[in-house]
């Protein structure tokens, strides 16, 4: 019982945090667009990312797919740039 007060507590804690960390991540909530391969036919493909955090100097992205990565400054710029320009 008291393991699992202990894990109970972490897991709050835990997304308390990345609670707080998305309310004061800027840019949280933006589009952006990155081109990559597409693994169905190797055709180069644009897909749409939403900001869902950051760590330090890097800003974590989610796409339309599921993938995850973390972008700097620059290349998320970049990538909210191709958004508007494509909308």
């Not at 202990?6 to 990155?34: D, I, L, V």
């Not at 081109?35 to 800003?59: A, C, H, M, Q, S």
Request: charged share 45%; hydrophobic share 15%.
């Amino acid at each position: 019982e008291e393991n699992r007060q202990r894990q109970r507590e972490q897991r709050q804690s835990q997304q308390e945090n990345r609670r707080r960390s998305s309310r004061r991540c800027q840019y949280y909530g933006e589009k952006t667009k990155k081109i990559f391969l597409d693994p169905k036919d190797g055709e180069e493909k644009y897909y749409e990312g939403t900001v869902i955090g950051r760590k330090g100097n890097l800003w974590m992205i989610e796409y339309e797919d599921g993938d995850k990565e973390e972008l700097d400054r620059s290349e998320l710029l970049e990538g909210m740039e191709e958004w508007r320009n494509q909308q």
